[in-house]
């Protein structure tokens, strides 16, 4: 009897250590769910960071995968589009605490054959003529008349590919053309493209940039202007042909065996090879950087879709900006007010371009709400604005720039120190400078031929500063011409602001170069990063500095909202500012509203007592 007891107990034990290991089992299990286009990037990341690993993966597509993911019931969601603010009240209500991981790019390209005379940019708004359903064009020129006359063809992947239906969802309607070449894949698509000039082909990017020069890929204007596919286009949210796709981890799953060891893998930079086999396209460094604060906790856990802001301006908004000081962005100040007071007329402006020291001046005496300025405060300026207790909040409105093009013969002007372009320009140079070794006694004895804008060009005071320029030089208002005719004469020089420099690219002018500007650190290149940090000497940083207490009324506050919205990054562009990208608007807007709340919280507690204004002494 005792023996059969002490089988039975050991059964008992035995299946008792048997359920303790399924459920222990059970626990590390890792359930991914989701996107049928992520979902095998996941996997490709698992096997190859070699992770021991419990892992399903289920196909669910993005939303389905979504809802589970915040009911609790998965410990990661593959996603194809960031998560939606409802789908994060549900993670919330549910207690799901997750990060965001932007983990790859699904960019498309459209590509042609080189040898094509096909434009270089397509529009975004004509893509619907090209490919919604009902498209029936069939000539270049029935899309732009100023193309060439030549039969189009649309060549597409696969209606089940990745590539496909990122078009799918960019053109209005249910599908594509129907006339299309349906072809095999990306790669059948390819050379479709080399084998007939009018073949307009989609494939991803990846599989375009593989493909060499055996193919032209296009670039997008989606109202920024002219984009190539590329991750950081996309990130800019510039090129709009391209879906971003996304890991979202559940935080409390980030201890089960393995799952830190594929997301190690899937952020780091040999994860850029394992995406490029899957036709995808790896992330910028920058998103990279921010994936690993991310994931180590030290960053934003939702960096990409922080939920749309709140704050809305009212149809009925009314009140008076005021804003003085630097004439620096004077243009794009008037432009960006008209349009405000041409929608909400219940919001008038007194604008006043006194110059940065009157209007800093009167920024700190607290008699403004908005201070323009082009150069940092000087000390005397911040010590008054802290002896008046007022704070600021700076607003950049990017960088206005100058610009030389010289002929490309004159291999002597590719780079010039301050002091020769102010020998070269200066006003006292007029009918006695007329020879390059003038400059320079290193130059040769060239003939000096200057192309300038007329005297009234908003942007020559950056060249020398506010110094008088020569007036024996040949004025022209077009750069394209200035450009050209800088072209056909060794020895000629000309300026230009840095937009008017991208035209001429984009007009394809030979025979010209960039000069570089030596301010005493050397030869500097002017391009949006020089011109950015401000090393690339005539580059002048432009900004609203905003006084913090006027962040409270919510006619400042509408009036900068729209300064930030997408709708008016036009405005900006199209004045001569360089350095703001449409891309950062969102995070300008988010840290708008921040302040704002903050302003609203420093109004409710007591005023600390304002001392006297340090004067200068005279």
Known sequence: MKSIWRRGGILVLFALFIT??????????????????????????????????????????????????????????????????????????????????????????????????????????????????????????????????????????????????????????????????????DSDVVAAVTQSDGTLGVVSSAVAAAAGDTVRVLDLNAGTGCFAPSADSVEQRLYTAANSLFFYVNRASLTKPGLQDVLNYALGTDAATTISE????????????????????????????????????????????????????????????????????????????????????????????????????TDEQAQNCAANNITTLPVSLGSRAVVLVSNVASDFLTCLTTEQLQTTWGAASANTVETWNQVDPAFPEQAMTLFAPNSGASYSDILLDAAILRGDTEQNDDALYRAAATANVEGALTYMSWQQYQSVLGNNQERIQLVAVDAGSGCVTPDVQTIVDGSYALAQPVQLLVNRAALTKVHVQSFLWFVASDDNYGVLDGTGLTGVTFGSLPALRQSLEAAYIEAASAASQPAAEATPEATPSS
């Open 278 to 377: 899957l036709e995808l396209t790896a992330p910028t460094a920058l998103i990279s950087e921010t994936n690993l604060q991310t994931l180590a906790g030290t960053g934003n856990p939702r960096p990409f879709s922080e939920a749309t802001s709140a704050f809305n301006i009212p149809g009925d908004v009314s009140g008076q900006v005021i804003i003085a000081g630097s004439a620096a962005a004077s243009e794009y100040v008037k432009s960006i007010t008209d349009s405000f007071t041409a929608q909400y007329p219940g919001v008038t402006f007194d604008t006043r371009t006194l110059g940065q020291p009157a209007g800093v001046r009167r920024l700190c005496n607290g008699e403004l709400d908005i201070a323009i300025t082009d150069a940092p405060l």
């Open 20 to 185: 303790a290991g399924l459920a222990t089992a059970q626990d590390d299990a890792v359930q991914i769910v989701g996107s049928g286009i992520v979902n095998p990037l996941y996997e490709a990341f698992q096997t190859a960071s070699g992770a021991a690993i419990n892992a399903t993966t289920s196909l669910t597509g993005t939303r389905g995968g979504l809802d589970q993911f915040c009911l609790g019931q998965a410990d990661v969601a593959t996603a194809s589009r960031p998560i939606s603010a409802d789908e994060n009240k549900n993670c919330t209500a549910n207690s799901v605490d997750y990060l965001e991981l932007l983990v790859a790019h699904n960019i498309i390209a459209f590509i042609a054959s080189p040898n094509a005379g096909v434009p270089q940019c397509l529009e975004q708004t004509a893509l619907n003529t090209i490919f919604a359903p009902s498209a029936q064009l069939a000539d270049w020129n029935q899309i732009d008349p100023a193309n060439v006359s030549l039969p189009l063809t649309v060549a597409l992947p696969p209606a089940t590919s990745a590539t496909y239906l990122v078009l799918d969802e960019l053109i209005e309607g249910d599908g594509l053309r129907a006339d299309a070449a349906q072809l095999g894949s």
